[in-house]
């Protein structure tokens, strides 16, 4: 076997691969979705980033610290529970 066959062969396998999983993550958000709508208030919770309005860090929405903010009357994620402590604190002040 000539050594550009082996390159061929191994780019073929990495794209049917990337496939495979791209394919199988859309299931899985899919799935997500569908069974979120039922336990969650405010819709479909895909895995789209958000801002963290403390440190600005962009965070998966899922992984992320929830919060409903008391003064703005709307939830708020954060990176951590030390970005959602601050939040608190300074929404304390704020009153
Ligand atoms: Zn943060």
């Known amino acids: 076997m000539s050594p550009v ?10 794209f049917g691969y990337r496939l495979l999983v791209s ?3 859309k299931k899985k958000e899919n799935r997500t979705e569908d ?11 895909a895995d789209v980033l958000i801002e963290d309005p403390i440190c600005h ?16 009357d709307k939830i708020v994620y954060f990176c951590s529970e030390e970005c959602c402590n601050i939040f608190v604190r300074q929404e304390g002040e704020n009153k």
Do not use: C, F, H, M
Request: hydrophobic fraction near 40%; charged fraction near 20%.
């Open 23 to 25: 394919d199988w993550n």
């Open 5 to 14: 066959k082996i390159v061929v062969i191994a780019v073929l396998l990495y």
């Open 57 to 72: 860090k962009l965070v998966p929405k899922q992984q992320a610290i929830r919060l409903k903010s008391q003064t703005q």
């Open 35 to 45: 069974s979120s709508q039922n336990n969650l208030d405010e819709g479909p919770v």
